[in-house]
C-alpha cells in the first residue's frame, strides 16, 4: 500500500465550481500534512499547512482526520488558473530525520 | 531574494556518461533534498542531507551521489551506472520539514540522447 494515495483524476470542472479532493495516509503516527500545488513542467509549490483543526486561505479550505487518517482540500468558485495538479504531503519522523511524502497527485482541469 | 537556485534547466547526456546537477540555496536551511519525477508518477527521494559533510539514500540512490561540503551547495551527480536518467530532478531545501514543508528550486529536466 503507498504512503499516500490519491485519486489521479483529472477532475474537470466548470468556472465557479466547487470541488473536493481527497486524501489517505498509512502511516498513523505523520504529524504534519500539506498541500502543494505543481503547475505542469514547474516545481511544486506550497499551497496551504492542514491543521488539525481545518484552516482555511480565501476560497481553499484544507481538513484533517487523523481518525480515518484523511485529508481533504476544498476550492470553492474555481478559477481557470486553479488548474494544476495538487499534491497532498505528509511528514513522517523517523528518528533523526524528518522528511515530506509526496503523493502522486490529483490533476484539476477548470474548463471556461 | 532568497531561494534555491538549480541548473541548468535542460540538460542533454549520452550514454555512459556522468552528469552533475547543480543546487544552491541561500536560505540558509540546515536540510536539502534531490527527488526525481516520472511522467505520472510522483516525487520520488534520491537523497539527502541534514547538515553540511553528511548525507543519506533515499528510495531510489542506485545510480546517483551527491556531496554536501558547503551548507548552500548539494550537487546531485547521475552517473552511467543509473540506466534510466531520463527524468525531471528537483531539489528542494528546508528549515523545519514539519513546520514549513520545502522549498523547491524550478527542476532540472536531464533527457539521455
Known amino acids: 500500500r503507498k504512503e499516500v494515495e490519491q485519486d489521479p483524476g483529472p477532475f474537470n470542472v466548470p468556472e465557479g465550481a466547487t470541488v473536493a479532493f481527497n486524501c489517505t495516509y498509512s502511516n498513523s503516527a505523520s504529524q504534519s500534512f500539506f498541500w502543494y500545488r505543481q503547475d505542469c513542467r514547474k516545481e511544486p509549490k506550497l499551497l496551504m499547512s492542514?491543521?488539525?483543526s481545518g484552516n482555511e486561505d480565501g476560497r481553499f479550505t484544507a481538513q484533517l482526520n487523523r481518525a480515518s487518517q484523511y485529508i481533504s482540500l476544498l476550492i470553492r468558485d474555481s478559477k481557470l488558473s486553479d488548474s494544476a495538479t495538487y499534491l497532498c504531503v505528509v511528514t513522517n519522523y523517523g528518528g533523526a530525520t524528518n522528511k515530506l511524502i509526496f503523493g502522486t497527485g490529483t490533476l484539476l482541469a477548470v474548463q471556461p | 531574494d532568497g531561494g534555491i537556485t538549480q541548473s541548468p534547466k535542460y540538460l542533454f547526456r549520452k550514454e555512459g556518461q556522468n552528469v552533475t546537477l547543480s543546487c544552491e540555496q541561500n536560505l540558509n536551511h540546515d536540510a536539502m533534498y534531490w527527488y526525481r519525477q516520472d511522467p505520472g508518477q510522483g516525487l520520488r527521494l534520491i537523497y539527502y542531507?541534514?547538515?553540511?559533510?553528511?548525507?543519506q539514500k533515499g528510495d531510489i540512490a542506485e545510480g546517483y551521489s551527491v556531496s554536501r561540503e558547503k551548507k548552500e551547495s548539494f550537487p546531485l551527480t547521475v552517473t552511467s551506472a543509473q540506466k534510466n536518467p531520463t527524468a525531471f530532478y528537483l531539489c528542494?531545501?528546508?528549515?523545519?520539514?514539519?513546520?514549513?514543508?520545502?522549498?523547491f528550486g524550478s527542476g532540472t529536466r536531464l533527457t539521455v540522447v
Open positions: 542531507s541534514q547538515i553540511v559533510n553528511d548525507f
Open positions: 492542514v491543521y488539525s
Open positions: 528542494a531545501s528546508s528549515i523545519n520539514p514539519g513546520s514549513y514543508g520545502y522549498t
